[in-house]
């Protein structure tokens, strides 16, 4: 059976969708999150319709003539309540008329601290500094008939400070006192090659550091101090040394030694020179000695 044509056919518009929508469709619908999205656009639409609603049933009622009289007489009320200000005192001229001015740059104390004297009022010290019977900054008073006449500040000086022993030191509790450490060193020298000569032995008191040993002429080796916890002696090896010998510790130096820790009564053997002379160098005490004060 053929069908008649009765007139011209309808086509529908072929609508195209991005390709974005379509695959964040199909992720959407693998993902099963199709009834999410529709619940999350259900919910964007309804939402301004409930908040609506609930603004317009907690609006307030309608203002009454009671509620309008209130207003009136609060905002009556609020006008009156602003006043000029009226503040106290505020002329410094009035405000410290009981007060004396005085001079920052002027000597006003003249006792000596609390616990040593009676103290001093500001104003009479004042008032007596301009007589004869002011002392100069940090003097005491006039010791009272009762009381020694030696000042409470002074310091006890003690038979050592007083007659300068040790070096001289002062009386001052302020100062303080330096030491260093010396030593007493023994040095036996021997000259080389075939000859036998008579040994040469010298002894020193009190050697400082940075004293060469034996002298200027030959500085075989130079004092620089002493060892951790001051039980050894630091000895700086002089580059004409040819040899050592002994059991010194060296502390630096590779193919000669240049610095030796040398302890007490083990004596080192240093062969010195081109004539091949030999020092023989015997540490025998270490001790500080006083060298000043600050």
């Known amino acids: ?43 964007i639409i309804a939402a301004p319709f409930l908040l609506g609603g609930d603004s317009q049933e907690n609006q307030s009622p309608p203002p009454t003539a009671t509620t309008a009289i209130a207003s009136e007489a609060g905002s009556e009320a609020s006008s009156l309540t602003v006043v000029a200000a009226k503040p106290g005192l505020r002329q410094y001229s009035k405000r410290l008329a009981h007060r004396k001015p005085t001079d920052p ?3 006003r104390y003249t006792a000596p601290p609390s616990g040593q004297g009676p103290e001093l009022n500001p104003e009479t010290s004042s008032e007596s500094e301009g007589s004869s019977s002011t002392s100069s900054e940090g003097s005491s008073p006039a010791p ?10 002074a310091p006890e000086s003690t038979p050592n400070e007083s007659s300068g022993k040790g070096g001289g030191g002062s009386g001052n509790p302020s100062q303080m006192k330096l030491y260093a450490f010396a030593i007493n060193v023994k040095i036996i020298r021997v000259e080389g090659g075939e000859s036998k000569s008579k040994p040469d032995t010298s002894t020193r008191q009190k050697v400082m550091p940075t004293t060469p040993l034996p002298g200027e002429k030959a500085p075989v080796v130079t004092y620089m101090g002493v060892g951790k916890g001051a039980k050894s ?11 050592i010998y002994g ?5 630096s130096g590779t193919d000669t030694c240049q610095l030796l820790e040398v302890e007490p009564g083990l004596p080192e053997t240093f062969v010195y020179g081109d004539n091949g002379a030999r020092y023989k160098v015997n540490v025998l005490k270490i001790e500080p000695v006083y060298t000043g004060h600050t």
Do not use: H, T
């Open 247 to 251: 059991d010194a510790k060296c502390l």
């Open 105 to 107: 740059f002027k000597q």
């Open 1 to 43: 059976m053929k069908r008649l044509k009765s007139g011209p056919e309808l086509k529908m518009p072929e609508m195209k969708v991005p390709p974005f929508l379509k695959d964040l469709y199909w992720d959407l619908r693998d993902r099963r999150l199709l009834p999410l999205v529709g619940l999350a656009i259900v919910a």
């Open 233 to 243: 002696a630091l000895l700086m090896v002089s580059n004409n040394v040819k040899s």
């Open 144 to 153: 009272s008939p009762s009381e020694p006449s030696r000042s409470p500040s």
